[in-house]
């Protein structure tokens, strides 16, 4: 059964880590344009470039890309979706997937899950995947949101700490752990009736705390689904290190 949905992708040019990164090249494309064209892939209505900054306005539409220019006033992704959904007036049962600007070599087929499990939730506000965690190195990094969740697979919390704490050498790998952690693919489904209440509720300290938008949304009280990804998630890119891992995958396609 097919069902339709948009994607909109959030693209900020003042990155406090890698400043300017939608824009930087991936082999001979810009990050956000690679983000784009696998979203185009999954089957979307139709995909939309969020931002508030003319020079990724400008590259977007050299591309054919629809934007939506928002406030430079948000402090995430989520927040500027919300304004973009309301400046468009979409149908309250409209499914939103907001596809981070970047989220590098993201499969089409993670958009069109997460997507397909909103739907079939209808007890959860967004949808969200993860997928599990193999090394400690990963474990450990503070750059690899970890999730856990109860057992409708809706999240009871998300860190950048190690979670949850495992009773075990130090020296196990994940995978042999009680229970094996998840790492969390930063991919999101929404209705848009929620993406307008979203757009009017506080931050809450442990999204600061841990900078991460979607504890706002458990925070309040809202459900967040959690599946398991279908296939690999691709590469978020936060860092230079990151940058250079999307640069090597390139490289060794061409």
């Known amino acids: ?43 979307a209505e139709e995909v939309v470039i969020v931002t508030d900054d003319d ?21 995430s992704g989520t927040e500027r979706i919300s ?5 468009g007036g979409e149908d ?8 981070q600007g970047d989220e590098f070599n993201l499969s089409p087929l993670l958009v069109k899950q997460v997507a397909e499990s909103l739907h079939w939730d209808v007890q959860a506000s967004v949808a969200t995947l993860c997928e599990k965690i193999t090394a400690m190195e990963d474990f450990h990094d503070p750059n690899v949101v970890k999730v856990v969740f109860d057992k409708d697979r809706h999240a009871l ?13 130090a020296t196990e790998e994940p995978t042999g752990f009680s229970h094996v952690p998840c790492r969390h693919i930063g991919i999101y489904a929404y ?21 991460l938008e979607q504890l706002r949304v458990l925070y309040h009280g809202y459900s967040i689904r959690v599946d398991e990804a279908c296939t690999e998630g691709g590469i978020g890119v936060d860092t230079e290190a990151d ?8 490289n060794g396609e061409e």
């Open 1 to 43: 059964m097919t069902f339709p949905f948009k994607v909109f992708i959030p693209a900020r040019f003042a990155s406090s880590r890698l400043p300017g990164k939608p824009l930087l090249k991936i082999g001979t494309k810009p990050l956000v344009r690679h983000v784009y064209e696998a979203a185009a892939e999954s089957g």
């Open 55 to 75: 020079r990724i306005r400008i590259e977007a539409e050299g591309f054919g890309a629809r934007v939506v220019m928002t406030s430079t006033a948000h402090e």
């Open 83 to 87: 304004e973009a959904v309301v400046q």
């Open 92 to 99: 309250e049962s409209s499914i939103i997937v907001n596809v």
């Open 157 to 169: 919390y998300f860190s950048r700490a190690a979670i949850p704490v495992q009773q075990s050498s």
């Open 191 to 211: 209705r848009a009736a929620f993406l307008k209440i979203y757009a009017g509720l506080p931050a809450c300290s442990l999204e600061r705390s841990e900078r």
């Open 243 to 250: 940058l250079e891992r999307a640069r090597s995958a390139v």
